[in-house]
């Protein structure tokens, strides 16, 4: 961001379309950078125990957006809503998938893994959205021919919520 900002851009779309989420790290870290001072999310887990993340005062300031789609889930989606609830991002697309869990990958005797969400995530200011999702600041579908199309892959000119963005952030 520092590098875009010195050539010159004056805001940032961040595109989480078709992502399954990520590491706790990297959300951490990415959201700190991004927000300011606060929680930046809250993870609960069955037994009611909870864990507060917090962002140090440092924070970019200027105007983004978040490209999602109902591909777009977990980390992918807490990232979403927590710079939805700090007010710092527009969310452009359609509604997200919905897993709002934490999960934690158990090695088995075979040396193979399971996943099994053990903890829910809760975005700073608004509700958890597991099983529910995220409905964005403004829904934007992608034409029936483009949706067909893999996203890395998908001309600008023919990406509706691309363009949206980029239009908006002028």
Request: glycine residues 8%; charged residues 25%.
């Amino acid at each position: 961001i520092i590098d875009l900002k010195g050539r010159g851009a004056e805001s940032i779309i961040f595109d989480v379309r078709d992502n399954g989420g990520g590491s706790l790290t990297s959300i951490v870290e990415t959201l700190d950078y991004l927000l300011p001072e606060g929680i930046m999310f809250t993870i609960k887990d069955k037994k009611g125990k909870t864990e507060e993340y917090r962002s140090d005062k440092a924070s970019v300031d200027m105007p983004m957006a978040v490209l999602v789609n109902g591909n777009t889930a977990s980390a992918a989606e807490l990232f979403t809503s927590a710079l939805s609830d700090y007010g710092k991002a527009v969310s452009i697309g359609e509604k997200t998938h919905g897993k709002g869990s934490v999960s934690t990958p158990f090695t088995l005797s075979d040396g193979s893994h399971i996943y099994i969400s053990t903890a829910l995530y809760y975005p700073p200011k608004s509700d958890n959205f597991d099983g529910v999702g995220i409905i964005p600041d403004h829904k934007v579908s992608l034409s029936y021919e483009a949706s067909q199309i893999s996203l890395y892959k998908l001309p600008v000119e023919d990406d509706d919520q691309l363009k949206f963005a980029i239009e908006l952030l002028k």
